[in-house]
C-alpha cells in the first residue's frame, strides 16, 4: 500500500481524454491533415468512446480505479456541422454521457476547444482571418444544454501549441511554417477569444471556467547570468503571458517536460537525464514543482489537467504517478492551491501526428478489437488515491 497522505476534501483524483482522440469516426481539419499524410495513422474509429455502450464500459473501469473525475471534450465539428447549424442530437447523447458519469460519482470537467476545427471553418479562412461567431454560437449552445451537467468549463486546451505547431514548425493544421506575425496576432485573438468565451459559459452555466495551458519549465544548465535571462524571457513569454492576458477562475495546468539552456541555446532531451518516456522526454517531476511554484503569484486555484507519460512496456508510469503526486504535494505544501490531479489519459489514444504509436492509457486500448486491459500502473494511481483520500 502507498504511504497514507490526506489530501484535502473533495480534491479530485482524475483522468482525461479529448474528443477526437478517442471519440472516433470524426470530420474535422484533423481528419483532413491525417488522410493529407500529416499524421502516422487515420483516426478512424480511435477508441470508439462516443458509443454510449462502450463508454459507459469506461466509466466502470474508471470506478474501478477509484476516480472521482473526468476531463472529456466536446466536439465543435459534431455539435455544428455547417455553419449556424446546431445538432441538438449531438449534445443531448453529450449529455446522457455526462450523466452516466454524474450517476458514478464522477464529476465532470468539459473542454469546448482541444485543437480540432470544423472543415467549413478552416475552408472559409482559418483562426487569424475567420469570424469567430460560429464559434461563440457553439460555445452557447453547448453550455446552456451542459449546464447542469459539467462541474468545470475549460476554453481552449493549450492555445499556444497549436499557434506554435500550426503556424510556426508547420507540423499540425493548417501547416504554415514561420509564419511570425500570423502566431503573434493569433496568440492575441484566441487569447480575446477565450475571455469571450469566459463570458458564454459564466452566464450559461454559472460555473468555474478556465483555459488549460502547456507549462514548461525553463532551468539553468549552469545558473550562468545569460541562460537564467533567456529562461526568464522564455517563462514570460511561453508560460506567463496568455495567463496574464486572460481572465480565469482556476488554472488548468498541463505539464510533461522542462528546458535546460546551456548557454544560448536548450539542451537536447537525451542529454538532461536517463530516464525518457516513448516520446524521448524527460521524466522531470521536480520540475513540475517549480511550475506550480512560480503560479503562485496568480492566486488562483489550479487544476493539473494534463500529466502523463508514453510507455508502451509500462515500465516508468507507475513511479512517474508516485513522483508527480508527490511534487505538486510539495507545491502543496509551500502553500499552492492545487485541487485536481488528471493523469493523462485514461486510454490509449489517436496522439495527433504520432498516430497509435504513443501509449500513455492507463488502460491498454487494442484498437484492432477495441478490447481494454487495466495496466498494472493503473492500480498503483488507485492506490494512491485511496491512501491521499480522508475517509
Request: proline residues 4%.
Amino acid at each position: 500500500m502507498e504511504k497514507r497522505v490526506v489530501f484535502p476534501p473533495n480534491f479530485l483524483w482524475g483522468t482525461a481524454t479529448s474528443a477526437h482522440q478517442v471519440e472516433g469516426d470524426t470530420l474535422n481539419d484533423w481528419t483532413e491533415w491525417e488522410k493529407n499524410g500529416g499524421s502516422k495513422h487515420l483516426s478512424g474509429k480511435a477508441c470508439n468512446h462516443w458509443n454510449l455502450k462502450r463508454f459507459q464500459e469506461d466509466v466502470e473501469r474508471m470506478k474501478v480505479l477509484g476516480l472521482n473525475a473526468y476531463r472529456m471534450g466536446v466536439e465543435w465539428s459534431r455539435v455544428m456541422p455547417k455553419p449556424g447549424v446546431i445538432e441538438q442530437g449531438v449534445l443531448n447523447q453529450y449529455r446522457q454521457m455526462l450523466m452516466i458519469l454524474q450517476q458514478a460519482g464522477i464529476s465532470t470537467m468539459v473542454t469546448l476547444h482541444h485543437f480540432t476545427n470544423p472543415t467549413w471553418f478552416v475552408k472559409s479562412g482559418d483562426w487569424t482571418k475567420t469570424s469567430l461567431e460560429p464559434f461563440y454560437a457553439y460555445v452557447d449552445a453547448t453550455t446552456k444544454t451542459l449546464a447542469d451537467n459539467v462541474n468545470y468549463w475549460n476554453t481552449f486546451n493549450e492555445p499556444l501549441i497549436m499557434v506554435r505547431m500550426g503556424y510556426r514548425t508547420g507540423q499540425w493544421p493548417p501547416g504554415k511554417k514561420a509564419r511570425i506575425i500570423s502566431a503573434f496576432y493569433l496568440r492575441k485573438r484566441l487569447a480575446e477569444a477565450h475571455n469571450e468565451v469566459y463570458k458564454i459559459v459564466k452566464r450559461n452555466t454559472g460555473r468555474p471556467v478556465g483555459l488549460v495551458h502547456n507549462f514548461t519549465s525553463y532551468e539553468t544548465a549552469h545558473g550562468w547570468l545569460i541562460e537564467r535571462a533567456i529562461a526568464g524571457l522564455q517563462d514570460r513569454i511561453a508560460n506567463r503571458w496568455i495567463i496574464e492576458h486572460t481572465k480565469n477562475d482556476f488554472l488548468g495546468v498541463n505539464f510533461y517536460c522542462r528546458q535546460v539552456f546551456n548557454g544560448f541555446r536548450p539542451l537536447p532531451a537525451s542529454r538532461l537525464g536517463k530516464r525518457v518516456s516513448d516520446f524521448g522526454w524527460e521524466i522531470s517531476p521536480q520540475s513540475l514543482t517549480m511550475v506550480l511554484l512560480g503560479l503562485r503569484r496568480y492566486n488562483l486555484p489550479i487544476y493539473i489537467t494534463e500529466n502523463g507519460v508514453a510507455d508502451a512496456k509500462d515500465k516508468l508510469r507507475a513511479d512517474f504517478i508516485r513522483e508527480h503526486v508527490q511534487a505538486f504535494r510539495l507545491a502543496m505544501r509551500a502553500g499552492v492551491d492545487v485541487r485536481g490531479y488528471f493523469y493523462w489519459s485514461l486510454l490509449d489514444n489517436f496522439e495527433w501526428a504520432e498516430g497509435y504509436t504513443k501509449r500513455f492509457g492507463l488502460i491498454e486500448v487494442n484498437f484492432e478489437t477495441q478490447e481494454r486491459r487495466i495496466r498494472p500502473s493503473a492500480y498503483v494511481y488507485r492506490d494512491i488515491i485511496e491512501a491521499g483520500t480522508n475517509s
